[in-house]
């Protein structure tokens, strides 16, 4: 996930404050515009939260958040999103492995936006077996040393893992993510695995 912005000394925490500060120069109507704007661009489709148009959504919405320039009505929402619940900002989910403890996340604020058991009901079970089968994938990354030990070739393991990794993550976004657009105008699906080391180019779809 992107970090937020903060103190970190991290480079990457750094470089994306570095990037977000070009929003910084827009004044709150300008910033307004531009999300709004964007948010009519993307409807209709299903995005990979690493695609560059929606890292600089991310970041505009983060500083739309932090200045609330959507509780401003300084525009209108672009049809046909709706209001968030979480932060009143244009509903527009974010679907990530940790699904069904955090639900649906509000890309603009972070927050839930939907709750995993506030799912359409038609879409629960499919997501529910999604979740379940990636869970043990992913813990594959943080097993301790027993469990380490005891898979004889760890480094096999973690590489087993990341490959199945990966076509859960397509499964994601090729199959899964797109039935959300039956009930939002756009969804973003995370599309890797820091702790498998799976990148977004590990994951065509």
């Not at 049809?79 to 244009?90: L, W």
């Not at 709750?115 to 089968?133: D, K, M, S, Y």
């Not at 380490?148 to 076509?167: F, L, P």
Request: glycine share 6%.
């Amino acid at each position: 996930m992107v970090p937020e912005e903060s103190e970190s000394d991290y480079p990457l925490d750094r470089l994306w404050k570095e990037y977000g500060s070009a929003f910084d120069d827009f004044d709150d109507l300008t910033l307004a515009r531009w999300l709004a704007q964007t948010l009519g661009q993307i409807k209709g489709q299903g995005w990979r939260y690493s695609h560059p148009l929606l890292g600089a959504y991310r970041l505009a919405a983060q500083a739309g958040h932090a200045r609330q320039v959507w509780l401003k009505r300084l525009v209108n929402t672009p049809a046909p999103y709706v209001e968030a619940g979480c932060c009143r900002a244009p509903a527009l989910p974010l679907v990530t492995r940790d699904l069904a403890e955090s639900g649906l996340i509000c890309l603009h604020c972070s927050e839930t936006l939907l709750p995993f058991e506030e799912i359409p009901e038609a879409l629960r079970p499919e997501l529910a077996a999604w979740v379940a089968a990636y869970a043990p994938v992913h813990q594959v990354a943080h097993w301790d040393d027993r469990q380490r030990k005891g898979a004889r070739n760890y480094d096999q393991a973690c590489e087993s893992a990341a490959q199945e990794a990966e076509r859960l993550l397509a499964q994601l976004g090729g199959h899964l993510a797109p039935k959300l657009l039956e009930y939002f105008p756009a969804v973003v699906w995370e599309d890797q695995d820091e702790c498998l080391e799976v990148r977004p180019e590990d994951i065509p779809l």
